[in-house]
């Protein structure tokens, strides 16, 4: 009688990235430190040829850049999406790096958007996460709060009042910036979010009463109040 062969972990296939990087350095760099770390690794240097591969070797995710030198990363996202959607994509530029322009990433299907220069560690936790998670990493924020362009708290999520230790009522109007180390890096987020630029940073948050924590803080314009900045914090994985 036949049995059905138990696949063990080990056996296992691990999932596939495609690369897309016409920088022929950058795109070397970038295949090393994911296989590096496990995966198995295609890659290219135009949209045209990230299509073909799609199309004929679905990948699980798609690390992509969005210049490319014969069309942008945004349709290109747009037309894996359709064909294929269970694919997840990341973003990753040095040049697209406006609220508008990451808002625009994640309407045309994105489950992530970084921007550069990124950490190796950063690009492979990323892509870890998006494989793992059903929704995208602007959804996958551990806490969101709004702040004016002068630091000043406006409002805050449950999980920031969980993560601050502090009630909305002991927020409201405090400088987010006394909760940080590092307040120059802070002074500098409230400087580039507020012209319009998304500002991401590793930080150490100091919540009220416990031990300091690594976080990244991701800063932009607040779409729906003028003058306002949102926050979003991801604890590190050792962290949370």
């Known amino acids: ?6 696949v063990t972990p080990a056996e296992r296939q691990p999932p596939s ?31 045209a040829d990230a299509l073909v591969h799609a199309r004929s070797r679905p ?11 014969d069309g942008d990363g945004f349709s290109v ?32 299907g994105a489950d992530a958007y970084l921007l550069e220069p990124t950490p190796s560690a950063v690009l492979v936790r990323t892509l870890r996460h998006v494989l793992n998670s ?18 000043r708290i406006v409002s805050v999520d449950h999980r920031a009042t969980q993560l601050l230790n502090r009630s909305p009522r002991g927020l409201m109007g405090r400088s987010f910036q006394l909760f940080f180390e590092n307040r120059a890096v802070l002074a500098r987020a409230l400087k580039v979010a507020g012209g ?14 416990r031990k300091p924590v690594s976080v990244r803080v991701d800063v932009s314009l607040d779409n729906g109040r003028p003058a306002c900045l949102e926050w979003r914090i991801y604890l590190h994985s050792a962290d949370s």
């Open 196 to 209: 319009g630029q998304v500002f991401e940073a590793e930080l150490v948050l100091r919540p009220v009463d």
């Open 77 to 108: 996202c747009e037309q894996l999406k359709s064909g294929s959607p269970a694919v997840r994509v990341v973003m990753i530029t040095a040049i697209y790096r406006t609220s508008h322009a990451r808002r625009d990433g994640y309407a045309v």
């Open 1 to 6: 009688m036949d049995t059905e062969k138990v």
């Open 17 to 47: 990235i495609l690369v897309v990087e016409d920088h022929e350095p950058t795109r070397f760099l970038r295949t090393r430190a994911l296989g590096d770390a496990g995966f198995l690794v295609d890659s290219v240097g135009t949209a």
């Open 59 to 69: 990948p699980a995710a798609v690390l992509l850049d969005l210049s490319l030198p």
């Open 134 to 151: 059903e929704s995208p990493e602007s959804d996958a924020a551990v806490a969101t709060l709004t702040t004016g362009t002068d630091g």
